[in-house]
């Protein structure tokens, strides 16, 4: 749903024709969003997945000037309610969009598409050779490590999951890029006749590609923790 789209409603104050936006047309009092306004529509933006992020942060500071609580100090409370509501709302739609993985991430949420938990959890097929070896040279650390070992030996250990280390975050920036590709494809089939099988298989697409990425980047994470308590 675009905020700026010409849906015809009335204005809560002066009850005039209202088509969409932040304000009434005719009055200037601040309007109530529809319900299921989603982020990108607070921007008067489509679902797409590349966006100027300059443009995004203009249009943010441009919103956020006229929406600021500051300028309702003398307005009515249901006016200065909405004022708050929106100024929450538009920092936390500018959070969500301003990043590639974020603005992923919030499209499947508000689809409903986003769904994570086991899946999160299980190492992508085409790696478990690889997390095997990694979470082995783990347990070969702490072991090390607790025994009060020879340095030369931890020295060794630590090199090698370094080295391992690096190859996952090779693998990350290889899933950021297949997301890249996903998002290409997403905002042609908006620009395209209705297909919703279509959209449908790319939001799968993109939720699985987000939990590989999430199990990738959870890995990585712990490896840097346990290289940093050595």
């Given at each position: 749903m675009n905020v700026s789209a010409q849906t015809e409603s009335?204005?809560?104050?002066?009850?005039?024709?209202?088509?969409?936006g932040h304000f009434c047309a005719a009055c200037g009092?601040?309007?109530?969003?529809?319900?299921?306004?989603?982020?990108?529509?607070?921007?008067g933006l489509p679902q797409k997945l590349w966006m100027d992020c300059a443009e995004l942060e203009k249009l943010f500071h441009q919103l956020s000037w006229k929406l600021h609580p500051?300028?309702?100090?003398?307005?009515?409370?249901?006016?200065?309610?909405l004022s708050l509501e929106r100024s929450s709302q538009l920092n936390d739609a500018y959070r969500a969009l301003r990043e590639p993985v974020s603005r992923v991430e919030y499209l499947l949420a508000h689809a409903g598409m986003r769904k994570e938990g086991a899946a999160k959890q299980q190492a992508p097929p085409e790696l478990l050779e690889e997390v095997f070896?990694?979470?082995e040279?783990?347990?070969?650390?702490r072991a090390v490590r607790a025994s009060?070992?020879?340095?030369?030996?931890?020295?060794?250990?630590?090199?090698?999951?370094?080295?391992e280390a690096r190859k996952f975050e090779a693998k990350l920036h290889e899933v950021d890029e297949e997301l890249k590709r996903i998002a290409v494809e997403?905002?042609?089939?908006?620009?395209?006749?209705?297909?919703?099988?279509?959209?449908k298989a790319l939001m799968s697409w993109m939720n699985d590609v987000l939990n590989r990425r999430s199990y990738i980047r959870n890995l990585v994470a712990n490896v840097q923790k346990e290289l940093a308590e050595v």
């Open positions: 009335a204005c809560w104050s002066c009850h005039a024709p209202h088509f969409g009092k601040i309007q109530p969003l529809p319900r299921g306004t989603d982020y990108f529509a607070l921007f500051d300028n309702f100090v003398r307005a009515g409370e249901y006016e200065r309610g070896e990694l979470n040279s783990l347990d070969e650390l009060s070992s020879d340095g030369a030996e931890l020295a060794a250990l630590k090199n090698r999951l370094h080295a997403w905002d042609a089939a908006l620009d395209a006749p209705a297909d919703e099988a279509k959209k």
